[in-house]
């Protein structure tokens, strides 16, 4: 693999994976690095871009990112994004930021672009929909610096630049899926103006996953937990002929899994090629443990806890020194275990610490580049389209009630039930993912002319690229009713619900 040209600079955002994958789809390597390893990296290596990525912290806070001032005299071209755009100002002039309370925007902005004055902007239309998440704001363009786009009217300054200095910001994210730019902001920076070469084959991954792993491994053996989604089985796939009998892949029955998903996991491993063991006597541990407590990062760690149980046992009959984890950027991001980003949710799969070395050989990319990968070993049917599925499954859609058998097997059925309709209607290759879960909110409802007080049931539907952010996958009014009336057919259920509401704020899933 050649040496990165492109430098990213994290300062906490949970969109700065994001940057990396954009470059990677536009043909480009790129590296990560905190604030504090900027200087040594970038005197060692020479890069012909940086990239400041946003962040969660304000730059008028006490803690915010140290980024060394020494960048900007590097003679490298600078893109900062959004806090990286308010560095770049405050740097300059320490007037020019306005406050959290005043100046903080969240959601999809229109901007104006001032074409004439920017390459940035080269091929793009006058107005774009871009996607704004930002407290502090720059309210006045330093000296030295040309305003070179707008929102709200004029009101609100959303990039700016100054050729001389080779410095670009904006204030919004041309990373994410809901700027609607196609990367050409991204593209126009590395290439047009920083003059990077395409240095990215993605035909190249699966043999620097395999040599990576091989290296790691030595003469170590792995254990690998497969669950038939997209991410595990895909990884084993890639590795099992590699590794060989230095790897062994298990399947554990949680209890809180979809229909038939034992028989149908073993089917796509047969089909991948994975020799794979099915671990059942653990299911009634995780019901009981994860049944103590209604809340999400609680329940998250009880099934943690037995999943590490789990692993252990299976370590210590194979004489194994390593796991390997099908964890993907997403997880570490939410996991606040990527750069300097928030906690979102606890993942089960992330920082396990069980005395084995863990191997994440998939933690740099996103589903959809997962998915790609999965096309390449003929798992298109059975996996690549495929909805994803939490580990905990089902555990995390019974929601503000104890977690028991009989819960776990009313919204077992129901996903069953929304899978199969959806199917019906074909859009159910449409959906980037369909949660059913069971609100522990009983109502009123009348059956067979009498009273029921019964389970609601909420249906939601998402369409997103890297599950960073999402936007609700609207169904058809005809789809909707046949879900409702087939659903409360059951008789302990009295409600249906539908959720479309957009990430961020919301996470896909419910816990």
Known sequence: ???????????????????????????FHSIIVPPSEVL???????????????????????????????????????LGICLGMQWLAYMHD????QAVQEGKSYGPVEVTLRHPMSKLFDGLPEKINAWSSHGDSVKNIPAGFNLTATSKDG?????????????????????????EDENIILNNFVKNICGCVQDYDKKDVVEEIRANTK???????????????????????????????????????????RKDEV????????????????????????????????????????????????????????GATHMLQGTLATDLIESGRAGGSALIKTHHNVNLDLGLTEITPLSDFFKF????????????????????FPGPGLYLRVVGVPVTAELLEIVREADH??????????????????????LGVNTVGVKGDGRVYGHSLVIRTVETVDFMTVKGFYLEPKICEEIISTLIKHPKIVRVFFDWTTKPPATTEFE
């Open 369 to 388: 580049e997962v998915r790609e990968l999965a096309r390449e070993f003929g798992l298109e049917e059975l996996v690549s389209g495929r909805q994803p």
């Open 40 to 78: 040594k990296w970038a005197k060692e290596n020479n890069p012909k871009a940086i990239i400041l990525s946003g962040g969660t912290i304000n730059i008028s806070d006490a803690n915010a990112p140290e980024i060394p001032n020494e960048i900007i005299n590097f003679e490298v071209p600078i």
């Open 417 to 438: 039930t929304v899978m199969e309709i959806l199917k019906k209607h074909n859009v159910y290759n449409k959906i980037a993912q369909t949660i059913v879960a069971l």
């Open 94 to 97: 320490k007037d020019s930021i």
């Open 155 to 179: 009101s609100v300054l959303e990039a700016m630049e100054n050729v001389e200095k080779k410095l670009y910001a904006v204030q919004f994210h041309p990373e994410v899926e809901q700027t």
């Open 263 to 318: 028989q149908h996991v073993q089917a796509i491993a047969q089909k991948a090629g994975i020799n794979l063991e099915v671990v059942y006597k653990y299911k009634n541990k995780f019901i009981e443990n994860i049944g103590k407590t209604i809340d999400a990062e609680e329940k998250r760690d009880a099934f943690r806890k037995v999943y590490g149980e789990v692993f252990q046992e299976v370590a210590k009959n194979f």
């Open 215 to 257: 290296k790691i491994l030595g003469e170590g053996r792995a254990i690998i937990g497969v669950s038939g989604g997209v991410d595990s089985t895909t990884l084993a796939a890639i590795l099992a002929p590699a590794l060989g009998d230095k790897l062994k892949a298990f399947m554990i029955d949680t209890g809180g899994m």
């Open 1 to 27: 693999m050649n040496d990165p040209q492109i430098l990213i600079v994290d300062l906490g955002s949970q969109y700065t994976e994001i940057i990396r994958r954009s470059l990677r789809y536009l043909g």
